[in-house]
């Protein structure tokens, strides 16, 4: 770790990852190109780049009490034409709170004529990221874009009330960057540690800013199933704390310590509390049924405030009073996250149990490590509460999140249970595969032109149902239904789907379900008297997990889930089953019990075929393999593949003659 004699403050995680280019300026007056980059004919980081970044600044200057500005600036130098491709969109992600402002961007042709971005020609939209993760975006396209081209542009982003505490500097873009220099302004000192990079060191420089400079910094590339990008990109974290050294071990006891104290209240045991418990919980007599009532209790009846499907607006939440206790809660029916939890704890104390608050890691953002001695990487929070002789894991807040099931990204962790004394580490495990579950069935009929047509219905569970809901509990029942005809429309490009139905979109209970009528055109293929078909429809046109023939990255899955199709196919008149092998099943003893595979086919009423499959991948613990692994668990995803598109064979039957 790192110290500055000057501070930054904080700027939450979001704003961090989304500092795409930056840099710094004067005014409206650009900097003048000098003729040797203008001329350059190839890359100077990576040599086959299609695209370089010559420059990459970002000035942020933390020293108004009620503000946070970050100037970005960025200057690319254009190769190839998949260089022109890649750099000529440019979209500049942010969230609610933060304000996009001074877009301004050229483009130098190589003859050194100039063509200036229209400030009609900004636009806003939202985006889904690779992650599901949808923001929105200040878009636009630069004009006049070629092989030998300059690219510049800049923006000036504004976080009201922001500063720069537990702020990440990324130093990697998609692209190779010559240099990448920040410059901060704080207004008190700070501490700083760099990630995944060589020794990095600000130096003072003018005007009260600190500046740090890197050179060479090679493209980051992202990759099927990796870790979340700072487990593998280059960064610095920012952020306060006294200049002193803490004992590990230290440090976090008096972390749980502290945070035990400050949150026994709020899950406070009032005469409201234990009346509303012994109503809930009724006649329910086991520990379980206990705690399943509770935790159902207040997914069902307290609103999430802080819920983005929660339908009210900033202006409204903002209004809302606080709860100062779970009586509060109670009393509203509403409440934030953390309010939700603190009434789950404080009616499973008021129904005996022992109930803390525990903290852990977020695995979708970095593998939490105890020797980071910063709170600030310990920052999912949910209730433990003992069962029996263990500690058993709940967090109400997240709606969707199944009864005896954390999120994914706080399973697998370990977890700090808060106490007045000892605080306990331990583990929360990870929910198995047959946790998260998609059920999908369809009832067919194939027609001798190769048209296939029929009913399907797909459900799902686990973390699998929570995903589903997350992503479309906001979304329109129109927007619903196109992201569902894009899902399909994915795989098999001919697909025509009607009578859609999607079900149980915000039920914290029931499955998140499609349904719906689809007509495929050409989906058997047709040779003579013939027809080839795909039995299993969900796999049909699912592309490869892994199509690389090297990895630079660890594989990373989020958690394991499994597959069940049961699918029924009536056969054309007139056609019979000609080939009706099936593939050999991947039992999961050959793979270690990472994966299991088996698709049976058969013929009912000599008319119809049944084909069933089941599929599950990963065991209960944190999926995640070393590079060197890539090419067996490659091999591995490719023989699951191959067997999803086993074809098999319709014949016609040959017409007799009737003779008088």
């Given at each position: 770790?790192?110290?500055?004699?000057?501070?930054?403050?904080?700027?939450?995680?979001?704003?961090?990852?989304?500092?795409?280019?930056?840099?710094?300026?004067?005014?409206?007056?650009?900097?003048?190109?000098?003729?040797?980059?203008?001329?350059?004919?190839?890359?100077?980081?990576?040599?086959?780049?299609?695209?370089?970044?010559?420059?990459?600044?970002?000035?942020?200057?933390?020293?108004?009490?009620?503000?946070?500005?970050?100037?970005?600036?960025?200057?690319?130098?254009?190769?190839?034409?998949?260089?022109?491709?890649?750099?000529?969109?440019?979209?500049?992600?942010?969230?609610?709170?933060?304000?996009?402002?001074?877009?301004?961007?050229?483009?130098?042709?190589?003859?050194?004529?100039?063509?200036?971005?229209?400030?009609?020609?900004?636009?806003?939209?939202?985006?889904?990221?690779?992650?599901?993760?949808?923001?929105?975006?200040?878009?636009?396209?630069?004009?006049?874009?070629?092989?030998?081209?300059?690219?510049?542009?800049?923006?000036?982003?504004?976080?009201?009330?922001?500063?720069?505490?537990?702020?990440?500097?990324?130093?990697?873009?998609?692209?190779?960057?010559?240099?990448?220099?920040?410059?901060?302004?704080?207004?008190?000192?700070?501490?700083?540690?760099?990630?995944?990079?060589?020794?990095?060191?600000?130096?003072?420089?003018?005007?009260?800013?600190?500046?740090?400079?890197?050179?060479?910094?090679?493209?980051?590339?992202?990759?099927?199933?990796?870790?979340?990008?700072?487990?593998?990109?280059?960064?610095?974290?920012?952020?306060?704390?006294?200049?002193?050294?803490?004992?590990?071990?230290?440090?976090?006891?008096?972390?749980?310590?502290?945070?035990?104290?400050?949150?026994?209240?709020?899950?406070?045991?009032?005469?409201?509390?234990?009346?509303?418990?012994?109503?809930?919980?009724?006649?329910?007599?086991t520990p379980e049924e206990k705690l399943h009532r509770i935790y159902d209790f207040c997914r069902l009846k307290i609103k999430n405030t802080t819920d983005d499907a929660s339908g009210l607006s900033p202006d409204e939440k903002s209004k809302l009073k606080e709860n100062s206790s779970p009586a509060d809660t109670l009393k509203t029916g509403r409440g934030t996250g953390g309010d939700i939890d603190m009434l789950f704890a404080a009616l499973a104390k008021a129904a005996g149990f022992d109930a803390r608050l525990a903290l852990s890691g977020d695995r979708s953002d970095m593998h939490f490590d105890r020797q980071l001695v910063n709170a600030t990487f310990l920052g999912s929070s949910f209730i433990a509460v003992m069962v029996g002789d263990k500690w058993e894991f709940f967090s109400p807040a997240e709606m969707y999140t199944a009864f005896g099931m954390?999120?994914?990204?706080?399973?697998?962790?370990?977890?700090?249970?808060?106490?007045?004394?000892?605080?306990i580490w331990t583990n929360t495990g990870q929910a198995p595969a047959d946790n998260s579950v998609a059920k999908r069935s369809g009832k067919f009929s194939l027609l001798e032109d190769g048209t296939l047509e029929g009913d399907v219905r797909i459900e799902y569970s686990g973390h699998l149902d929570y995903e589903k809901k997350e992503f479309n509990d906001d979304d329109s029942p129109a927007q619903r239904e196109e992201t569902l005809r894009?899902?399909?429309?994915?795989?098999?490009?001919?697909?025509?789907?009607?009578?859609?139905?999607?079900?149980?979109?915000?039920?914290?209970?029931?499955?998140?379900?499609?349904?719906?009528?689809?007509?495929?055109?050409?989906?058997?293929?047709?040779?003579?008297?013939?027809?080839?078909?795909?039995?299993?429809?969900?796999?049909?046109?699912?592309?490869?997990?892994?199509?690389?023939?090297?990895?630079?990255?660890?594989?990373?899955?989020?958690?394991?889930?499994?597959?069940?199709?049961?699918?029924?196919?009536?056969?054309?008149?007139?056609?019979?089953?000609?080939?009706?092998?099936?593939?050999?099943?991947?039992?999961?003893?050959?793979?270690?019990?990472?994966?299991?595979?088996?698709?049976?086919?058969?013929?009912?009423?000599?008319?119809?075929?049944?084909?069933?499959?089941?599929?599950?991948?990963?065991?209960?613990?944190?999926?995640?393999?070393?590079?060197?692994?890539?090419?067996?668990?490659?091999?591995?995803?490719?023989?699951?593949?191959?067997?999803?598109?086993?074809?098999?064979?319709?014949?016609?039957?040959?017409?007799?003659?009737?003779?008088?």
């Amino acid at each position: 770790m790192k110290s500055m004699s000057r501070l930054l403050l904080p700027l939450f995680l979001l704003c961090l990852g989304l500092i795409l280019p930056a840099a710094i300026f004067a005014g409206d007056d650009w900097k003048p190109i000098n003729p040797a980059d203008l001329a350059l004919k190839t890359p100077v980081v990576e040599k086959d780049a299609d695209a370089e970044a010559l420059t990459w600044e970002v000035r942020i200057d933390d020293s108004q009490v009620n503000e946070l500005a970050l100037n970005h600036y960025l200057r690319v130098k254009i190769f190839t034409e998949r260089g022109k491709e890649s750099q000529s969109r440019i979209d500049i992600p942010y969230y609610s709170s933060t304000r996009i402002r001074d877009i301004a961007a050229r483009v130098t042709k190589p003859d050194g004529s100039v063509l200036e971005l229209k400030k009609d020609d900004v636009f806003e939209r939202t985006i889904v990221k690779a992650s599901g993760v949808r923001v929105k975006a200040k878009s636009f396209a630069l004009p006049g874009v070629e092989p030998g081209s300059i690219v510049e542009y800049r923006w000036r982003e504004v976080h009201p009330g922001g500063n720069l505490n537990r702020m990440r500097l990324q130093f990697q873009r998609d692209i190779p960057v010559q240099t990448v220099t920040y410059y901060l302004k704080p207004y008190m000192g700070m501490r700083y540690q760099p990630f995944h990079m060589e020794e990095a060191k600000f130096v003072k420089g003018k005007d009260g800013f600190y500046e740090l400079s890197m050179n060479n910094m090679p493209a980051f590339h992202e990759e099927p199933h990796m870790p979340p990008e700072d487990e593998v990109r280059s960064w610095i974290f920012l952020y306060y704390s006294e200049d002193s050294k803490e004992e590990t071990e230290k440090y976090w006891k008096d972390y749980g310590k502290k945070v035990f104290a400050s949150s026994k209240d709020e899950m406070k045991v009032s005469d409201e509390v234990k009346k509303a418990a012994a109503s809930i919980i009724g006649d329910a007599s086991t520990p379980e049924e206990k705690l399943h009532r509770i935790y159902d209790f207040c997914r069902l009846k307290i609103k999430n405030t802080t819920d983005d499907a929660s339908g009210l607006s900033p202006d409204e939440k903002s209004k809302l009073k606080e709860n100062s206790s779970p009586a509060d809660t109670l009393k509203t029916g509403r409440g934030t996250g953390g309010d939700i939890d603190m009434l789950f704890a404080a009616l499973a104390k008021a129904a005996g149990f022992d109930a803390r608050l525990a903290l852990s890691g977020d695995r979708s953002d970095m593998h939490f490590d105890r020797q980071l001695v910063n709170a600030t990487f310990l920052g999912s929070s949910f209730i433990a509460v003992m069962v029996g002789d263990k500690w058993e894991f709940f967090s109400p807040a997240e709606m969707y999140t199944a009864f005896g099931m954390l999120g994914w990204p706080e399973e697998g962790q370990e977890a700090l249970i808060t106490d007045p004394k000892d605080p306990i580490w331990t583990n929360t495990g990870q929910a198995p595969a047959d946790n998260s579950v998609a059920k999908r069935s369809g009832k067919f009929s194939l027609l001798e032109d190769g048209t296939l047509e029929g009913d399907v219905r797909i459900e799902y569970s686990g973390h699998l149902d929570y995903e589903k809901k997350e992503f479309n509990d906001d979304d329109s029942p129109a927007q619903r239904e196109e992201t569902l005809r894009d899902m399909v429309k994915a795989q098999i490009s001919t697909a025509e789907l009607s009578d859609i139905r999607i079900e149980n979109v915000t039920d914290p209970l029931k499955p998140f379900t499609y349904a719906y009528h689809v007509r495929v055109p050409g989906y058997a293929q047709r040779t003579g008297k013939r027809l080839f078909i795909q039995p299993e429809y969900f796999e049909h046109g699912a592309p490869m997990v892994f199509t690389a023939s090297a990895r630079k990255h660890m594989i990373y899955f989020n958690y394991p889930w499994s597959e069940d199709d049961d699918i029924e196919i009536a056969m054309p008149a007139g056609y019979a089953l000609d080939n009706a092998d099936a593939p050999a099943p991947i039992p999961p003893d050959t793979a270690q019990h990472l994966i299991g595979q088996s698709l049976k086919i058969a013929v009912a009423d000599g008319h119809t075929l049944l084909v069933h499959r089941k599929f599950f991948f990963g065991w209960p613990q944190p999926l995640v393999f070393a590079a060197k692994s890539y090419d067996p668990l490659k091999q591995l995803f490719e023989l699951v593949h191959q067997n999803d598109n086993h074809t098999i064979t319709l014949k016609q039957a040959a017409v007799t003659a009737v003779t008088k």
